[in-house]
């Protein structure tokens, strides 16, 4: 059993942020992680770029170097939260699963692989995207192509020449479909089910992010109202190719589903000039078939899922009665905690359009100082 001041856990960009900014307050954490640094990053597509601006998106006590450029790469992203734990001197422990959370008088037990660690506080930070979600389609076991989630998709060089379907509107989605023509897929279909929300990365140099900073803080009605608006500034109308304007109360959807927009690095003009063809949402599964919304059968050589991911927190706290049933996600976040479970925080499990990066920064240096007030406390008492 090791006694310690704090227990993070993982070890991705929140996890670390979360140990940086308490060591600011001389507050030690052991952060653990079943992986390795940055697991989830290193697992992504090769061409994955942040899609927010590189001055924008540090953690808490050390900026993103000048010499990754505005738009992050992947390896980037990678080696510098191997510098992040460096610099801090983090006390990061690899290959630790963690099993299971219980409370414990003034302290939370927490069970793994490799022993008990025993601490009054908890930073649960394993990840908005850690469990791949796959829709349970009728039929799919009959397909007879060959389907991928988003999350198995490394580059287009398995597609050259072939018809491939992607399945879904988010972000990777849409970066995918871009990769894939640009690598010499011969025809790229986007199945979309709700028209997406899509705004540019940057326009004349001015980074989408720095927009969503702002408009983060505008009533949510005022947003609603604002957000067609918006899109159709920024892309035009796209319905003659197949994307209409999202529904009334796309933000209010994005806010309550995590339904994020695309920034969109090339998706647009390839819609535009027909390299990707828009349809319907698909239903089922055929044999070789892949039956759509309007009734329409394709034949894909590949389908690639871009259907999103769970939090996957059930196992580790989902006795505590803190997980959203719908969406999984905790009910409290940052620097709140829930009366039945003091000292346990949770970070890095929201998308906001200001910036994943940006906002785990935020909260990391919110939840450190709410930690260090209680430390201070409880060495006074």
């Keep these: 059993m090791e006694k310690c001041e704090v227990v993070v856990i993982g070890a991705g960009p929140a996890g670390l942020a979360m140990a940086g900014a308490l060591r600011h307050h001389g507050i030690g954490a052991v952060v653990l992680e079943r992986d390795a640094i940055g697991a989830s990053w290193r697992r992504h597509y090769d061409r994955l770029h942040l899609h927010t601006v590189r001055w924008l998106s540090h953690l808490p006590g050390y900026k993103l170097p000048r010499r990754y450029g505005n738009w ?5 992203v990678i080696e510098y939260l191997e510098d ?6 983090l006390d990061v422990r690899t290959g630790v699963e963690v099993e299971r959370l219980e409370r414990d ?40 192509g060959e389907l991928v989630h988003s999350g198995d998709y490394k580059n287009p060089e398995p597609y050259v020449g072939k018809t491939v379907l992607v399945v879904g509107t988010g972000n990777s989605g849409a970066e995918i479909c871009v990769d894939l023509i640009e690598g010499g897929a011969e025809h790229v279909q986007l199945s979309v089910r709700t028209p997406p929300t899509v ?31 918006i899109q159709k500034t920024a892309v035009g109308d796209l319905s003659e190719y197949g ?34 063809e828009i349809v319907a949402a698909v239903e089922s599964f055929d044999g070789p078939d892949v039956v759509l919304g309007d009734g329409r059968r394709i034949q894909p050589d590949a389908v690639i899922a871009g259907t999103g991911f769970k939090r996957g927190l059930e196992p580790l706290v989902g006795d505590l009665g803190l997980i959203e049933r719908a969406k999984g996600r905790p009910i409290v976040h940052g620097a709140e905690t829930h009366p039945d479970a003091p000292g346990l925080h949770f970070i890095g499990y929201t998308n906001p359009i200001s910036g994943m990066f940006r906002e785990i920064a935020i909260d990391a240096r919110r939840i450190a100082k709410a930690i260090a ?9």
Excluded: C
């Design 199 to 229: 705004l540019l990365r940057d326009t004349n140099g001015m980074p989408g992010q720095a927009l969503g900073v702002v408009f983060r803080h505008l009533p949510v009605p005022v947003m609603d109202r604002l957000w067609p608006f």
């Design 105 to 144: 008088g003034d302290d939370w037990h927490v069970s793994t692989s490799e022993g008990e660690f025993v601490a009054p506080r908890v930073v649960v930070a394993t990840g908005y995207n850690r469990h791949q979600h796959l829709p349970d389609w009728p039929g799919l076991d009959s397909y007879t």
């Design 72 to 76: 992050v790469a992947r390896d980037d």
């Design 373 to 381: 007030r209680e430390h201070a406390a409880t060495r006074v008492a």
């Design 243 to 276: 994307l209409p304007l999202p529904p009334p109360g796309a933000y209010s959807k994005f806010l309550r589903d995590d339904v994020t927009p695309i920034l969109d690095v090339g998706l647009v003009p390839m819609v535009k000039q027909g390299k990707v």
């Design 84 to 89: 992040y734990v460096a610099t801090h001197n």
